[in-house]
C-alpha cells in the first residue's frame, strides 16, 4: 500500500513539474516514480511493492504468451476435421492461498491453452478444471502448475506449501 | 480510406479471424464444456486483435484508455461467466462428454458445491433432515 501511494504521488508531482495534467504524464510520472521507489527500496521501504511489479510485468508478458499459444491451438482444433481432443475434469489442488490469488488463477486458466475452471472446493483447496487436448491428467495439472508458478510471486508466496490432496492421495 | 494499412488492420484482421473460428468451434466441438473453450479463449483474443487495431486507428490517449479499460473487463468478466455456465450446468447434471476421468464426480464433492438444500433433499430422498430452507415456500 506504501509503494503504490508514493509512486502515485511520485507521478502527480512529475505532472506539477511538467505543469500539464494529462494520461500521458501521468503514465511517464508513474514511470519515473517506479525507478526511483526502485533504486532506494530500502530507505523508503518499497522493496516487497518493486517486487511484486516485477513479478505482475513479468506474469502479464507470460500471460500474453500463454494467451496467444492457447487461441492458435484452439483455432486449430476448431477447423480441424477430427480434433484431438481429450476432454477430462481434473482436480487440481492448489498451493496459492487468498480469495484474491485463487480467483485470479480461476480466471487466468480459463483464458489459458486447453483449461476452464469450473468448480472449487474451499474444504479441500481444490479447484475443478474441464480440460481438453491434454494427453493425460498429470500432463494438464503440469500445465496448470506453470500458470501457478508465475502467479505465486506476485502474491509473495513462496512454492513451499504442501498440497493436502497430493499428500493424502 | 481505401489504403491498407498494415499496423491497423493486421490486428483487425487477426481479431475477426479468431473471433470467426470461436463461431466455428461453438457449432463443432462436442458439448457444452468443450465449447465454453471456445468462446472464452478465442473470444477475449479476437476482441482484443480488433481493439488493439481500433486503437491504432484512432492514436489517441482518450480512444486508448477507454479500450484498454473495455479490454480489461473482458479480460475480467469472460473467464468468470464461462466459469459459471460450466459450474452451474454440472451442478444441474448436465453429463460432459469426457475420454479422460471425471475427478469432481470421482471425489464425490459435486453434490456438497450445492448450494440448493431444497434440490439436494429431492435427490438424496428423505435422507436429510437437518437442512430447513431459509425461505418458507409462498
Known amino acids: ?169 | 480510406m481505401n489504403d491498407f494499412n498494415a499496423a491497423r488492420d493486421i490486428p483487425i484482421l487477426l481479431g475477426a479471424f479468431f473471433v470467426l473460428t470461436a463461431a466455428i468451434g461453438l457449432v463443432r466441438f462436442p458439448d457444452l464444456y468443450s465449447r465454453l473453450h471456445a468462446s472464452s479463449k478465442l473470444i477475449t483474443l479476437g476482441s482484443a486483435g480488433i481493439f488493439i487495431g481500433v486503437g491504432l486507428e484512432f492514436a489517441q490517449t482518450e480512444a486508448l484508455s477507454r479500450l484498454a479499460a473495455v479490454l480489461l473487463f473482458q479480460f475480467l468478466t469472460t473467464p468468470l461467466s464461462a466459469y459459471l455456465i460450466a459450474q452451474a450446468a454440472y451442478l444441474r447434471g448436465l453429463e460432459p462428454l469426457l475420454e479422460g476421468p471425471d475427478e469432481w464426480n470421482a471425489l464425490g464433492k459435486a453434490a456438497l458445491l450445492d448450494r440448493r438444500p431444497e434440490e439436494l433433499k429431492e435427490e438424496e430422498g428423505e435422507g436429510q433432515m437437518e437442512q430447513p430452507s431459509p425461505q418458507g415456500k409462498g
Open chain 1, 1 to 169: 500500500m506504501r509503494g503504490i501511494s508514493l509512486n502515485i504521488l511520485l507521478a502527480i508531482v512529475w505532472t506539477l513539474f511538467v505543469g500539464e495534467f494529462s494520461l500521458r504524464e501521468l503514465v511517464i510520472g508513474m514511470l519515473l516514480g517506479f525507478a526511483i521507489l526502485s533504486v532506494f527500496p530500502l530507505s523508503l521501504g518499497t522493496g516487497g511493492y518493486v517486487r511484486r511489479t516485477l513479478a505482475a510485468v513479468r506474469f502479464a508478458l507470460f500471460f500474453a504468451r500463454e494467451l496467444t499459444a492457447a487461441n492458435v491451438q484452439v483455432a486449430l482444433w476448431a477447423l480441424r476435421p477430427h480434433p484431438p481432443l481429450h476432454p477430462m475434469i481434473i482436480a487440481y489442488p492448489l498451493r496459492l492461498s487468498g480469495d484474491n490469488a485463487q480467483t485470479v488463477l480461476a480466471a487466468t486458466i480459463t483464458l489459458m491453452p486447453g483449461s476452464v475452471a469450473m468448480g472449487f472446493n474451499p474444504e479441500r483447496n481444490v479447484l475443478y478444471a474441464h480440460v481438453i487436448g491434454a494427453r493425460s491428467p498429470r500432463a494438464a495439472r503440469e500445465s496448470l502448475e506453470k500458470v501457478e508458478n508465475a502467479l505465486l510471486p506476485l502474491y509473495g508466496q513462496s512454492a513451499s506449501q504442501t498440497d493436502p490432496v497430493e499428500t493424502s492421495a
